[in-house]
């Protein structure tokens, strides 16, 4: 094929790596505000005679709000132009393909996380494919992280995408 | 994991067993008009600056959108909330995956849903899972939960 890839060989050689590590303390209060910003009521989330009802230890955090505990912290100084942080994607640029947006994501939640367990996340990229849509080509971009407590517990598996296109 | 007696008994009521879903059942429906409050305040429980959610000069000047957007994890936060709220204190998510399709504005009337494609062993019970606006589909997806059994543990 004499077309030339959108794909870098600098990015193209990050498959398999670890891009991003990123550890943070789960934080009831935090956890909190994002069910209450989601309307979510749950008592699972917020009553810890409840939680304990179902064999819970204690109250637990709401499976889809794991990947926000892990968050770092950026200076207002090093925010992207469109005001994003840009904090723990691991992400990539592709100076071919500019243009991106986000795909999926896909979770697998194998055990619940608590107040003031320490999560880390590790993330590697799992692909990096070039494809040819309807819209033309774009690079199709998988990563997969993992998140572990303290005790080495996998607690959640996910892999999420991103399409770039050439601008 | 059975309820004891410090279980919301109206909750307890309406728990679903694996027993009693079948294929092509519908979860109870959620449906929310996100306003630029509850953007803001998702926006500030995640971290998220991007602008999109809340400078409307940016959204439409420089992503050429016509108003600031709703965060796509919200959707998906929504979308669970429907599935969590379904399946109870005694269910478990066990996994959850969305596709990004279509975005949404302030205002809308958006619902949450979703449909048992099938039951395996061990109390697993598979769903199509959507974010819709009127008859379009936002956000869809797939997700596994885990019901008790009417038998015992």
């Avoid at chain 1, 009521?41 to 892990?70: E, K, M, T, V």
Wanted: charged share 20%.
């Amino acid at each position: 094929m004499s077309v030339e890839s959108l794909v870098d060989p600098e990015s193209a050689a990050k498959v398999g790596t670890v891009v991003a590590v990123a550890a943070g303390e789960v934080c009831r209060r935090d956890w909190q505000r994002w069910a209450a910003a989601v309307g979510d009521h749950n008592p699972l989330w917020f009553d810890s005679d409840y939680a304990r009802g179902y064999g819970y230890r204690d109250i637990i955090c709401p499976p889809l709000y794991l990947q926000y505990a892990i968050l770092g912290v950026v200076a207002l100084g090093a925010l992207r132009p469109d005001g994003s942080s840009g904090a723990v994607t691991g992400s990539m640029a592709f100076p071919k393909a500019p243009r991106r947006m986000a795909g999926g994501e896909s979770t697998t939640f194998h055990l619940p996380a608590y107040h003031g367990d320490e999560v880390e996340m590790t993330r590697t990229v799992e692909s990096i494919v070039e494809k040819e849509g309807r819209s033309g080509r774009f690079v199709l971009v998988t990563w997969r992280a993992e998140y572990r407590n303290q005790h080495r517990e996998l607690l959640a598996e996910a892999t999420t995408s991103m399409i770039a296109r050439p601008a | 994991m059975s309820p004891t007696s410090s279980a919301d008994p109206t909750r307890e009521e309406t728990q679903p067993h694996y027993e009693d879903v079948e294929s092509g059942d519908e979860i109870p429906v959620l449906s929310v008009s996100v306003d630029e409050t509850q953007m803001f305040f998702f926006s500030a429980a995640t971290y998220n600056g991007h602008r999109i959610h809340y400078d409307k000069d940016w959204a439409r000047d420089t992503e050429g959108y016509d108003n600031v957007l709703v965060q796509g994890p919200l959707q998906a936060a929504l979308l669970s909330r429907a599935l969590t709220d379904w399946i109870g204190g005694a269910g478990r998510l066990v996994a959850f995956s969305v596709q990004n399709r279509a975005i949404a504005y302030p205002g809308q009337r958006l619902t949450f849903g979703g449909v048992i494609t099938g039951k395996r062993a061990d109390g697993l019970v598979d769903l199509d899972i959507y974010c819709m606006r009127g008859d379009e589909v936002l956000m869809p997806g797939t997700a596994t939960v885990a019901l008790p059994s009417k038998a015992a543990p």
